[in-house]
Structure formats: structure tokens, C-alpha cells
């Protein structure tokens, strides 16, 4: 019995050293999975992180991405754009090229035709020069025919340009409002006949004025006829009392416009009732002046 007791002890305690053995073993073990476990999840973890960070970054290569394509996009509209203004020019270019040709081509027949042209501006500015003197010594003669018997304000005569303005004050040549002449008015028209008849080349228009009174009668509907009948009575008493070439004359009624002051006072309603008679050059012979074919060669 004893002995037999003592072998179960031995064996219990051979048992007991045995597993004793194994649970330090698996103790190890456990902790080396412990271990591991926790580098695994550091791991883990660590990649999680990078593949967020790898996630914003595809975010922003994605965004940056399209907007290099949007960038892409407008260069190619602009190089599109330069492409349709290149060939615009190029046409451009073209035409001008025409242009420039034939602008060449006339650049030979300009430069030979200069020293026509200084001609031609020579001869101008001599018959200016002509017609300035000429016009100058029909106003002094006239002044001189006409100062004798008339007030200093009712003759006003002025050189404008190429023609010579003779205003007459209606009480020299009309009765008040009618457009028959007085006595005086036939000394005055023979007087610039006389100077007419001396310068066949010029062209007489006589133009009637009046204030801005209405005036209307059983003959005259308004200021309109009143100028145009005395225009017309001026242009007849230089025809058939003075033997004026009716060819040269131009008879032309204003009525109460192109006033020459306001009729605001009865002083300048005086003024602007006038008959203007105006000599001037001929049209024909005014433009064969300016036809350069005339130019001497």
C-alpha cells in the first residue's frame, strides 16, 4: 500500500511538472501572438493612414486633373480662335496686296501727273487772285455809280468770295408793301445795268426779302409771293428797261427767312426788308476753271 501510494505520488507529481511546462509554454506563446497581434494592428492602422492620405491625394490629382483638362480645353478654343484670325489676315493680306498692286500701278501716272497738277494750281490761284481784284473793282465801281442821291444805309454793297452782293433797302426800289418801283428805282437798276453789260461773264440773281409782318390781299397770299413778285419786277425792268440778256438773270424770293438781323425793333424790320442782287461767275464757266483737262500741258 505504501509503496503503492507512493508511486501514485510520483506519478501525480511527474503529471503536475509536466503541465506545469506546457502552460509556460503556451504562456510564451500567447504573448508572442500578443505581440504580434498588437504589430499587426499598428500595422493596420498605418495603413489605413496612408490610404486616406493616398485618397486626398487621388482627390486632388482627380481635381487638379480636370482642371489642367478645362486649361486644355480653353487653349485649344484660343488656338482655334488664332487659327480663323490667322486665315482672316492672311485674307486680309490678300486684298491688300491687290490693293497695294494697284495702287502701284497708278503711283507712276501720279508722280507724272504733279507737275500738271502744280499747273492747274498755279492757274487756280491766279484766277482767284483774278477774280478777287476783278470782284474788288466792281464793288468800287458800283459804290461809285450808286452813292449819288441814296443814304448811306440804303446801299450796302460787299465782296463775299467769288461774288459781289449789292443789298438795296425796299424803300429805294418799292412802294410799302407792293412791288411796284418808284421813280427812283429805275435810276438806280440802269446804273448797275450799265455794270452788268460790262461783265458778259457773270450771272445776275436777284433775291427778294421781307420783315416778318404778315401781309395777305386779294394779289398776295404771303411774305412768299411779296419777294418773289418784287424779285421778279427787278429782274424785269433789267431785262426790258435795260436791255439786260434775260439769259443772265435768276429771279428768287426768301420771303422773311435768312433775315439779316431780328425783327425785334422797326429799325431792323427796315434791315431785313431788302432786294439782294448778287453777280457771280457763271456755273459753266466756274466748273470748266476747275476741269483739270484745261490745265496747260
Given at each position: 500500500m505504501k509503496i503503492n501510494s507512493i508511486l501514485i505520488f510520483v506519478i501525480l507529481l511527474s503529471s503536475c511538472m509536466v503541465s506545469k511546462k506546457k502552460y509556460i509554454a503556451l504562456e510564451e506563446e500567447s504573448k508572442k501572438c500578443n505581440a504580434l497581434l498588437a504589430e499587426t494592428q499598428n500595422k493596420l492602422f498605418l495603413a489605413e493612414s496612408q490610404s486616406a492620405k493616398f485618397s486626398n491625394e487621388v482627390t486632388t490629382v482627380n481635381s487638379s486633373l480636370m482642371n489642367k483638362n478645362e486649361q486644355i480645353k480653353d487653349l485649344r478654343d484660343q488656338l482655334e480662335d488664332c487659327k480663323k484670325l490667322r486665315d482672316k489676315q492672311l485674307t486680309q493680306v490678300g486684298d491688300l496686296t491687290v490693293l497695294t498692286q494697284a495702287a502701284n500701278d497708278n503711283i507712276k501716272e501720279t508722280l507724272s501727273q504733279l507737275e500738271r497738277k502744280d499747273k492747274y494750281i498755279t492757274?487756280?490761284?491766279?484766277?482767284?487772285?483774278?477774280?478777287?481784284?476783278?470782284?474788288?473793282?466792281?464793288?468800287?465801281?458800283?459804290?461809285?455809280?450808286?452813292?449819288?442821291?441814296?443814304?448811306?444805309?440804303?446801299?450796302?454793297?460787299?465782296?463775299?468770295?467769288?461774288?459781289?452782293?449789292?443789298?438795296?433797302s425796299d424803300k429805294v426800289l418799292f412802294k410799302s408793301g407792293s412791288w411796284e418801283?418808284?421813280?427812283?428805282?429805275?435810276?438806280?437798276?440802269?446804273?448797275?445795268?450799265?455794270?452788268?453789260?460790262?461783265?458778259?461773264?457773270?450771272?445776275?440773281?436777284?433775291e427778294g426779302y421781307t420783315d416778318n409782318v404778315p401781309i395777305k390781299n386779294t394779289c398776295l397770299k404771303d411774305n412768299w409771293d411779296l419777294s418773289v413778285k418784287r424779285a421778279t419786277t427787278v429782274v424785269r425792268s433789267l431785262q426790258e428797261k435795260n436791255k439786260v440778256n434775260p439769259n443772265r438773270l435768276i429771279a428768287a424770293g426768301r420771303g422773311e427767312y435768312n433775315a439779316l438781323v431780328s425783327n425785334d425793333s422797326p429799325e431792323n424790320k427796315a434791315t431785313n426788308r431788302r432786294t439782294r442782287i448778287i453777280l457771280m461767275p457763271k456755273i459753266n464757266e466756274f466748273y470748266d476753271l476747275l476741269n483739270p483737262k484745261n490745265v496747260p500741258q
Open positions: 492757274l487756280l490761284q491766279a484766277a482767284k487772285t483774278k477774280a478777287d481784284s476783278i470782284n474788288l473793282a466792281l464793288a468800287v465801281n458800283l459804290k461809285g455809280v450808286l452813292k449819288n442821291g441814296l443814304e448811306d444805309g440804303d446801299v450796302d454793297i460787299k465782296v463775299d468770295k467769288t461774288v459781289v452782293m449789292i443789298n438795296i418801283l418808284t421813280p427812283k428805282a429805275d435810276e438806280v437798276l440802269a446804273n448797275i445795268a450799265k455794270i452788268i453789260e460790262s461783265r458778259p461773264e457773270l450771272e445776275v440773281m436777284i
